[in-house]
């Protein structure tokens, strides 16, 4: 136990030093514009902590936590997925076209909408896969335009006489309402409001809990891992590194797949010109800030949604709430930078000690620097 | 010979590892290109597709794409991938538009662009040289924070100002030069629609008339960097740092400083692209007025293999592309025509070649394209839009194989662990 | 030029402790001593690259301190690195003049320069290629070209004849000599005493991070010079029993490789090696080994038959491959044969993540692993405080033993040796000997390439020569001079005692 | 409906605390942002208010626009309006929660969102698109004239077919260029003046020679072109012509205007008073709740045909469509 707690404490200390580092710098920014940060951070914890808030930040976290979640895998293995964004909102639409048109019994409905989202995450991004293994183009570029043609897709299908209904006289425009069959309750969890958390948080939990599993316990996540760590010794080793490309851009887009439902399922029932966007590039973010660990990604998913809703009690003071978003870009930066910082210091401190096993005759200068 | 290697290196499609694209095939392969759109245009009828207009379109919405993708030429040539350059061009555009207005000239514009976008390439250079971060982390951290920090700031400095925080105020331009009396004696050749001279009338008229004195200097640092990275010891030793870091270094390079040069000179660039956005394209600063243009500069980047004539043609490519869509729905259909012409041909050629399976692929393509092309009028409007996007999609299947990347791209770099 | 002092720590490792040595002007000055003793922090000291902790550094009698190579360039000193200092997709010309544009500029004077120097010292250098197409020996020469094209006076070559042949070493020994006589200082590092022994005016041994002594070459013996170096008996390669069995293990066809430019890396080779046979293959670096080898383990497309026993293998994935018994001690280990921030235990599992007691089911079985991890460093003396270090702080010879352990630890049937002691010091060469020979007398086909001729002609039942992808010929360890094999090796076949490969490749061999 | 009556009596003499929670863009986004801001500062100079605005982020949630509101109805502001139709999902939760608290949402249909305590300020757009849509069929010497929709939503989609039928009620024969710049959920397409510069001259190129944007923020890249090209440019929501520079001001015929000010206005007005009336209020040419603009002297020589189109409207002998007939 105290093993495993040396282990974790360097990167806890970088994530605490980073996010005091961040704070730092945008209460610089603040003072700089003429706003008190001990106020401005005062006001955002005291809106942060009431019962509403806490609902509402549990909601924006379990959204952000799977996109997240959709990323670190692919990150785990040097896979760029810069494409979840296009993938949720593509699996999204078609799989609220499906639930909005075909009526079916309550669970079975909510299982074929999951299913149908993660299928087409899935395949979405399998095609940046393929074209990556079969023809070396680079995720990172093929992933950023499929998030333009999902565009396209998308508001193909989400027009009048294709699979979206317009309400009369509304400027809105979504697909068909899914019915209450076809709902995930929500979860009255925290006492004091009556906004109830998604239904779908246990499927976040779930895929979670998957995906430490996969990753950290399966012959598959091992083969992962170590494709990130060397592709050229996952080779050696018999890994088929396309093989793996493949099912990782195919498993990463299933997991973006889900990031629009907890919100579909859970509270618009339909996947109308309102339907959020962007959640994709937040959960690149999240997943760097949790350093690709579903613990951690929960906490970085936390503290963003955190940041997202509690800055609104900013504008009402007079402060742009825009500086929350310097707050997150810094946070991320400063938090990549300290645990490169910590990952080298404990690997020279290893280092040491196998130095001191070896040569315990060799007086080992410490701090010595190459 | 040749073939059976090809078939085993890749076996999956059986790619061509051809020769290196040199800058006389390159020529060859754009003029063959710009003969068969002009039969396209003049079978179809969409004459918008080689007008003037459509050219000095192509020009405008190519410039930021390329300046982009110069910004990642300059970064990666040294080594580090710069996917930050979207941030870098958003915080061109805002601190591009600030010193405009404060100084109330387009070149406070340029300078300020310039600067806007080097501090993003140092705060991206610092992170990935001096702090060893991972060179994608690093950069979608930047746009992050570029973002934020244009909206913030825009916040700040546009409110009550005739702005808020998505716009400013409008913004003074450049003036407008060309040479003069073109228009006059080409417009006329332009619109009797005869194969090729008018295409020529057109294509001339498009670079020859409103331009803005930006534009020119914005295409002269395609030349420019070349000459800069591949005639003068700087660049070769700053290309040094991006084949072999430790090589360098052990000749007395000083790899840190050149990287950060690079990457600076990085974020200059998409700041200068931003600031082109601000003064050209249009005459004011909207968030998210960018619209992923860097992105796209680093695929025009990669597409051009690393090098500044290959970039031009990648950014032309998308600019191109993008104007026809903006321009004329019907110049997209007629690109239908023009995919199903290219596709028979390369079938051709493959089938000449002996490769069966993919000229006969090809060829179903090319059926398939010929028949939509004939059965609608029109491609939906929703897809047209994003014509650039698959063109380069599409391009950069075909073509990333042939793709060299600078060697230690990417590979983080500390000093003194060589040997 | 004298080094006084000098002392560099490392974390963990002390590789410099107090080395003091003296260089006269116009001459030849070798420094040996066994891997990890710390020959080359010291050049990089002396060439700016890594400060000292302690310790000044005289030129002409003058301290010196040189923060930069920059600082040691201006000085007149110039290094060729034990690994090739080369911009792979830069052209020689670019290669040379980087880092000293100021001389000649980049353009054509820098080219004539060029030519200039590499027809006075007879290098045969040819400015306009890119260096990713030139062979070894080039390479070699574009290197010591962009020493002398600086003007350097004080040479420093770290292991520059690793990668020729003998007859490539002969003729940069003749280079040196010329420039000797031009009066160049020239510090030159090598393993091989015999070359040493030939070329220097004197020479310092170096044993664990200290000067141990410096000789006059006439005053020892190659013998004596070694034990200089371990301060012990040198052990030699040698196969005590014969263990070849009738039953061929593994047979390979017509084994053909494609390379991207044009001519195939590995072209037509058969052979077959029995059970309880070493075969080893003798060839200069890049002639195609590291290709055969990555062919067989299914890392590389390839035409032509591998049998495993009577299975045909030919279209396995190295998955398959592993998994029916090939093991595997790759040639680098840091690129093929570690996941270096990983620790121990999870570097056991690799390679065999299919296998137990790694896994149970689809699931990974750590404790299995680590429980086989603490036998193997056990087992193999892997000098480690844990297993769960990451395998980056190990030693480059402890983490060669704890890849030894880890291949035979899934009782292979065919084990590809590739440099298996390479950069490895003496005491743990003689275990990875011992390990080899033990798996051989049970019955284990081994295939062995190495760049050390001793080790291939001590260590081998069979030795197969290989020349430009090709085996040309087959020669009898028992028998074999070193001197022969390198002849072989080079293609210059008329005098050594060769007999014609089998099968297929001797009419094509020349 | 009808009003539900609060404690105080509302006499003017008590001040109101009016919050206004803009959609993405805000105060200064020369669009329909700026209208509602303008309804406020005129009701902020009119009347006795004090007043609180907060603006949206891209990209963001429903619930992040319910928590907006419910902060603005927490802090004691009422009445309370959105702007936008985006709201529509986060108000109908939120109004329940404050039956006493009055809220207004531009743009956002009873069908969307409606409650004892909601006012729906609709308008319709396709009215006085139809009537710039005349106007431009009159200037229009080359039977050609355009259109730039900013994203194609049935908001703008809405403009599309009132100035089509405008164009069509003039003469059939003129072609319409119809583009939009980008698609939803990607809203660059308001933001975006370089590609709206670019599509303008094409259409000027492709022969059209009055081109009408609903583009938002990206319309000035339309008078950029317009200026260029100098051929006739229309704006839409506010009088563009008193907004734009010098040189692109004579080209900007006239504008589609919406009354968001007035509606805002009337709203904060009537909040005041306590006769505020919930559900839809459709603002069409009848209500003046829509109309086009005369500040350009050049349109005047259209005014009587426009005029008359005006009035067959009000009357109901026109209905002007919706939605585009594709
Ligand atoms: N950058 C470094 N960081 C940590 N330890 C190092 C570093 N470079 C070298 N060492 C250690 O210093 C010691 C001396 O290494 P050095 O490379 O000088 O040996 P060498 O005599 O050149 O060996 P070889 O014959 O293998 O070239 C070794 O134990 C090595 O592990
Ligand atoms: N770049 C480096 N950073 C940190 N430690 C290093 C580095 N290079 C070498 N070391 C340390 O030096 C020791 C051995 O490295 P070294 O380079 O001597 O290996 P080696 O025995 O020379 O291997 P090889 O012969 O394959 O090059 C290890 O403790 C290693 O961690
Ligand atoms: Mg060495
Ligand atoms: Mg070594």
């Known amino acids: 136990m105290t093993a495993a707690l040396k282990r974790l404490l360097p990167g806890l200390l970088a994530a605490v030093l980073a996010l005091v580092l961040s704070l730092i710098i945008t209460s610089l920014v603040l003072l700089v514009s003429g706003a008190q940060p001990l106020f401005a951070f005062g006001q955002m914890i005291s809106y942060g902590a009431q019962p509403d808030s806490i609902a509402n930040i549990i909601n924006n976290a379990v959204t952000y936590f799977l996109s997240a979640l959709a990323v670190a895998i692919g990150f785990r293995m040097k896979l760029f997925n810069i494409g979840v964004d296009g993938q949720y909102r593509l699996a999204a639409m078609v799989a609220a076209v499906v639930a909005g048109f075909v009526p079916l019994p309550p669970v079975l409905s909510q299982l074929v909408t999951i299913l149908v989202a993660v299928l087409v995450g899935g395949l979405w991004s399998g095609i940046a896969g393929l074209l990556k293994v079969t023809r070396g183009v680079s995720e990172v570029i093929s992933t950023i335009m499929l998030n333009f043609i999902a565009t396209g897709l998308v508001a193909y299908m989400l027009q009048r006489g294709r699979f979206a209904v317009q309400a009369a006289g509304s400027n809105n425009i979504g697909t068909p309402t899914i019915p209450p069959s076809g709902r995930v309750a929500g979860l009255p969890l925290i006492p004091g409001t009556n906004t109830t958390i998604f239904g779908l948080i246990i499927l976040a939990v779930l895929a979670g809990v998957g995906y430490q599993i996969l990753v950290n316990r399966s012959r598959f996540g091992f083969d992962l891992r170590a494709t990130g760590l060397s592709a050229s010794a996952a080779v050696a080793s018999g890994v088929s590194v396309k093989r793996m490309t493949l099912t990782t851009m195919i498993i990463s887009g299933a997991l973006a797949g889900m990031v629009g439902l907890p919100q579909l399922l859970g509270a618009s029932y339909t996947y109308s010109l309102d339907f959020p966007a962007g959640l994709g590039f937040t959960g690149i973010a999240i997943a760097l800030l949790g350093r690709n660990n579903p613990i951690g990604i929960a906490f970085g998913a936390l503290l963003w949604a955190f940041l997202d809703q509690s800055s609104l009690i900013l504008d009402l003071n007079g402060i742009p709430k825009e500086i929350v978003i310097i707050t997150q870009g810094t946070v991320v930066l400063c938090v990549v930078i300290a645990y490169e910082v910590v990952r080298r210091l404990t690997l020279r401190q290893q280092q040491r000690a196998v130095g001191r096993e070896l040569a315990t005759d060799v007086p080992v200068a410490e701090g010595a620097a190459a | 010979m040749s073939t059976a290697t090809d078939i085993t290196l890749a076996p999956s499609l059986g790619a061509t590892a051809g020769p290196k694209l040199d800058w006389r095939r390159g020529l060859i392969i754009t003029g063959g290109l710009f003969l068969l759109l002009c039969l396209v245009r003049t079978l179809t009828g969409a004459d918008d597709i080689t007008s003037g207009g459509q050219i000095s379109a192509a020009i405008t919405l190519a410039i930021p794409v390329g300046l982009a993708g110069l910004g990642g030429l300059w970064a990666e040539r040294a080594g580090v991938v710069n996917i930050g350059l979207e941030g870098m061009m958003i915080l061109g555009t805002w601190s591009g538009a600030y010193f405009c207005l404060a100084f109330n000239s387009p070149w406070a514009a340029l300078v300020g662009g310039v600067v806007g976008g080097a501090l993003g390439g140092l705060v991206h250079a610092i992170a990935t040289v001096t702090f060893g971060v991972d060179h994608i982390i690093s950069g979608v951290a930047i746009n992050i924070i570029g973002q934020g920090v244009a909206r913030y700031l825009a916040v700040i400095a546009f409110t009550g100002k005739g702005g808020g925080a998505t716009q400013s105020p409008p913004v003074p331009g450049f003036d407008t030069i060309g040479i003069p009396g073109m228009t006059g004696l080409l417009r006329p050749i332009e619109s009797k629609h005869w194969f090729l001279i008018s295409d020529l009338a057109g294509l001339l008229r498009g670079v020859t008339t409103g331009l803005s004195w930006l534009t020119i200097i914005a295409i002269l640092m395609v030349p420019l960097t070349f000459l800069v990275l591949w005639r003068t010891s700087f660049g070769l030793r700053l290309r040094s740092c991006g084949e072999n870091p430790i090589a360098a270094e052990t000749l007395g390079v000083n790899v840190y400083r050149m990287k950060y040069a690079a990457v600076i000179v990085s974020g200059g660039m998409a700041g200068m692209a931003g600031a082109f956005l601000v003064t050209v394209a249009s005459s004011i600063y909207r968030e998210g007025q960018t619209g992923g243009r860097g992105y796209i500069g680093l695929a025009a980047m990669i597409f051009g293999n690393w090098r500044p004539g290959g970039l031009a043609a990648g950014a032309t490519l998308f600019g191109f592309t993008d104007a026809l869509q903006s321009r004329q729905n019907s110049s997209v259909h007629a690109l239908l025509f023009f995919v199903a012409l290219l596709v028979v041909l390369l079938s051709a050629w493959n089938l000449w070649r002996r490769r069966w399976l993919q000229g006969g692929i090809g060829l179903f393509i090319a059926v398939l394209l010929v028949v939509w092309f004939f059965l609608s009028t029109t491609v939906p409007q929703e897809l047209i839009t994003y014509t650039p996007h698959i063109t380069t999609l599409l391009v950069l299947s075909l073509a990333a194989q042939r793709l060299r990347m600078p060697a230690a791209d990417g590979v983080i770099y500390r000093r003194g662990q060589g040997g | 030029m004298a080094l006084r002092g000098i002392t560099k720590r490392f974390p963990g490792v002390v590789a410099n402790d107090d080395i003091n040595i003296e260089v006269q002007r116009g001459t030849v000055h070798a420094i040996v001593g066994e891997n990890g003793a710390g020959k080359s922090t010291l050049m990089k000291i002396l060439y700016g690259m890594q400060r000292p902790d302690a310790g000044t550094i005289e030129v002409d009698g003058a301290t010196v301190h040189f923060g930069s190579p920059q600082q040691a360039i201006k000085a007149g000193i110039g290094m060729v690195h034990q690994h090739f200092m080369l911009a792979d997709n830069l052209t020689v010309t670019e290669n040379v003049v980087l880092g000293a544009e100021r001389l000649c500029g980049i353009g054509a004077r820098a080219r004539r320069r060029i030519l200039e120097i590499s027809e006075s010292y007879g290098l045969g250098i040819q400015p306009d290629r890119l260096v990713e197409d030139l062979g070894v020996g080039d390479r070699q020469r574009v290197e010591i070209l962009k020493v002398l094209y600086r003007g350097a006076k004080i040479l420093i070559l770290d292991e520059p004849t690793a990668v020729l042949v003998p007859q490539e070493v002969d003729e940069l020994f003749g280079n040196l000599r010329d420039l000797k006589a031009e009066g160049l200082t020239v510090i030159f590092i090598s393993h091989k005493l015999d070359e040493v022994l030939a070329v220097a005016d004197e020479i310092t041994v170096v044993r664990r991070g200290t000067t141990v002594r410096t000789v006059k070459p006439s005053e020892v013996t190659s013998r004596q010079l070694a034990e200089l170096m371990v301060g012990s008996e040198l052990p030699v390669p040698q196969l005590r029993t014969d263990a070849v069995t009738d039953k061929v293990e593994l047979s390979v066809t017509d084994l053909t490789v494609p390379s991207e430019h044009g001519r195939p890396a590995v072209d037509g080779v058969s052979f077959e090696i029995h059970r309880g046979e070493i075969l080893g293959i003798a060839g200069v670096e890049g002639n195609g080994q590291a290709e055969l080898v990555e062919a067989l383990m299914g890392m590389r497309p390839s035409t032509g038959v591998v049998r495993l026993g009577h299975g045909d293998i030919s279209d396995w994935d190295t998955r398959q491959r592993r998994t029916a018994g090939i093991g595997y001690i790759p040639e680098d280990r840091h690129r093929h044969g570690l996941l270096l921030e990983s620790p121990l235990w999870e570097n056991r599992i690799l390679g065999h993540q299919n296998q137990k007691p790694n896994i149970s089911g689809p699931w990974i079985d750590r404790a299995g692993a680590r429980a086989d991890t603490e036998r193997i460093v056990a087992e193999y003396d892997v000098r480690t405080p844990g297993i769960d270090v990451a395998a980056a702080s190990l030693s480059g010879g402890n983490q060669q033993k704890l890849i030894v352990g880890r291949e035979m630890s899934h009782q292979p049937r065919v084990l590809i040796a590739s440099h298996p002691t390479r950069g490895v010091d003496v005491g743990a060469q003689a275990a990875i000997w011992e390990h080899l020979r033990r798996a051989r007398t049970a019955g284990l086909a081994v295939l062995l390439i190495s760049a050390d001729l001793d080790e291939l002609i001590g260590m081998s039942d069979t030795l197969r020569v290989i020349l430009r992808g090709r085996i040309v010929a087959t020669v009898d360890p028992a028998t074999v001079t070193p001197e022969e094999l390198g002849s072989a090796m080079t293609g210059a076949t008329d005098d050594a005692p060769t007999e014609p490969a089998g099968g297929d490749s001797a009419d094509r061999s020349s | ?326």
């Open chain 4, 1 to 326: 409906g009808g009003t539900t009556g609060t404690a105080g009596g509302g006499s003017s003499t008590t001040s109101v605390k009016v919050g206004l929670a803009f959609d993405v863009g805000g105060r200064g986004d020369k669009s329909f942002n700026d209208l509602a801001a303008a309804g406020l500062d005129k009701a902020k100079t009119d009347l006795k208010i004090t007043t609180k605005e907060l603006s949206a982020v891209v990209g963001e949630s429903d619930a992040a626009k319910a928590a907006r509101l419910k902060l603005l109805a927490q802090a004691g502001f009422n009445p309370i309006i959105a702007v936008g139709f985006a709201y529509a999902p986060g108000l109908k939760e939120v109004a329940p929660q404050f039956p006493k608290v009055k809220f207004a949402i531009v743009d956002g249909a009873a069908s969307d969102v409606s409650g004892p305590n909601v006012t729906n300020l609709v308008f319709k757009e396709n009215e006085s698109s139809f009537l710039v849509g005349v106007a431009a069929a009159k200037a229009t010497k080359t039977k050609n004239v355009g259109f730039i929709g900013g994203v194609q939503t049935p908001l703008i989609q809405k403009f599309q077919a009132g100035y089509q039928a405008g164009v069509a009620a003039v003469d059939k024969t003129i072609k319409v260029q119809v583009k939009y710049l980008s698609q939803p959920p990607d809203f660059t397409g308001f933001n975006d003046p370089a590609k709206a510069k670019v599509t303008a001259q094409g259409m000027y190129d492709g022969g059209a020679d009055v081109v009408y944007h609903a583009a938002g923020g990206s319309g000035s890249g339309l008078f950029e072109a317009a200026a260029a090209s100098k051929k006739w440019a229309i704006g839409v929501d506010s009088d563009q012509y008193a907004t734009a520079t010098a040189d692109q001001k004579q080209w900007i015929l006239t504008s589609a205007l919406k009354g968001v000010d007035t509606a805002v206005f009337n709203f904060v007005e009537q909040a005041g008073k306590n006769q505020v009336k919930s559900g839809e209020q459709r603002f069409g040419l009848k209500e003046n709740g829509v109309g086009y603009s005369t500040s350009n002297p050049a349109v005047k020589q259209y005014e009587s045909v426009i005029d008359g189109f005006k009035t067959q409207i009000i009357d109901g002998k026109i209905v002007v469509p919706a939605t585009p007939a594709s």
